[in-house]
């Protein structure tokens, strides 16, 4: 993992995916190739971490703009204890468009950005330790392969920067069907990195 693995944040992930994946035994939210809206991962990532006590979250927190200098961009949800803040981005996988967009989500938790949610946005003290978190669905074998560092060469995905020597990051496999003899499964990749502020 890396120097920064956080076992809160791993412990909620793990309870984030197996109740996703206990719901798909219930309901398959999507119909032919629409996949899944990536606002489940957000809810059920909430929904763990909320169990926890004395924990709060709050959805499409305000970011700093640097473009406009405006608090107009937002972040997914920022969930937070006492000892622990999280942002969180979520994203769905499948191409290169999309990675280019988690790239983006990545530098918008900046420290710069998100200085001012810590220390101007907390009524009391804010959290000892800060960390920006992407968890991203994909469906596709490639993707998988590209995030879990396997070879990529000679494929769009190899030119593409992505700054896991900075991040913990790993995967949690949600759930694995069968279609006429096809097998295809959905898996939750994530990273994180540590905030100073």
Known sequence: ??????????????????????????????????????????????????????????????????????????????????????FL??????????????CNDLRKMNPGDLNYVIKELHINKP???IFALIIDETWVESVYNWWNGEDCKGTAWDNLE???KKMCYGNRHIKTWNDGGSKYSVTWLYGYRQIKL
């Not at 956080?6 to 197996?18: F, K, M, S, T």
């Not at 999507?30 to 959805?59: C, T, V, W």
């Not at 981005?89 to 988690?102: F, H």
């Open 127 to 129: 959290p000892k330790n």
């Open 1 to 86: 993992m890396g120097k920064y693995r956080n076992n809160i944040i791993e412990r909620v992930i793990e309870d984030a995916a197996n109740n996703f994946s206990k719901t798909l035994d219930k309901i398959y939210p999507a119909y032919g190739d629409n996949a899944f809206n990536e606002r489940n991962i957000s809810l059920q990532f909430s929904h763990a971490f909320l169990k926890r006590p004395n924990s709060y979250a709050i959805m499409e927190v305000p970011s700093w703009n640097e473009n406009n200098k405006r608090h107009d961009l937002r972040i997914d949800a920022y969930l937070f204890d006492s000892g622990v803040g999280i």
């Open 162 to 164: 992505f700054p896991k």
């Open 89 to 102: 981005e979520t994203k769905r996988l499948n191409n290169l468009p999309q990675a280019k967009g988690v």
